[in-house]
């Protein structure tokens, strides 16, 4: 954090003068100036700086550029590369229309548990792979989908067979939870 704090002298007169909502502290026995104590010091914060840089991130087999111009780029978005992903589009044709039993993940960039849980599913949709299909919904990509299940928390899980919901996990659980799940409908 080195550089995101300043001290600076300020004459009294001047700093009486601040409004309240200056975002200015003082240091305990202000500074003496020539022998005088004619300023008080003040510690400001001067913020983060954030430059636009170009790295380099690895996912999986696959190598990708990501631009960072003056914020803060999540990059979550690609952790589940194992599972394909389910939109508006292709939701009736991949999960309501499936001839065996669909597993949808809801799930967020933004969700910390949601990041959790992405290897298990992974992990589950390869051992079952045979008898299950696994997909996965952004929710913020296509919230109509998850309005229309009323998705209120990610991640959820939820089963679907013959074009129905028949069973929801919610949270980030264990793989034994979703392994009995999965396999009541087998």
């Not at 499936?98 to 548990?113: K, Q």
Request: proline share 6%; glycine share 6%.
């Amino acid at each position: 954090m080195a550089g995101l704090l300043e001290t600076i002298a300020v004459p009294r007169a001047a700093a009486a003068a601040l409004p309240s909502s200056a975002s200015l502290s003082p240091i305990s026995g202000g500074s003496s100036f020539c022998g005088r104590r004619s300023s008080t010091r003040f510690t400001v914060f001067k913020g983060l700086k954030i430059q636009s840089t170009r790295s380099s991130v690895s996912l999986s087999s696959f190598s990708k550029y990501v631009t960072r111009r003056g914020g803060i780029v999540c990059e979550a978005q690609d952790t589940a590369v194992l599972v394909p992903g389910v939109n508006d589009q292709t939701w009736e044709s991949l999960v309501i229309k499936s001839d065996v039993p669909v597993l949808v993940e809801f799930w967020a960039p933004w969700c910390g548990p949601c990041r959790m849980i992405h290897p298990v599913i992974d992990e589950l949709s390869q051992e079952f792979a045979e008898k299950f299909k696994f997909f996965k919904v952004n929710t913020d990509e296509s919230p109509g989908i998850a309005t229309r299940y009323g998705i209120r928390s990610i991640p959820t899980v939820m089963i679907f067979k013959d074009g129905e919901k028949k069973d929801a996990v919610i949270g980030a659980v264990p793989k034994s939870t979703l392994t009995t799940s999965i396999e009541k409908f087998l």
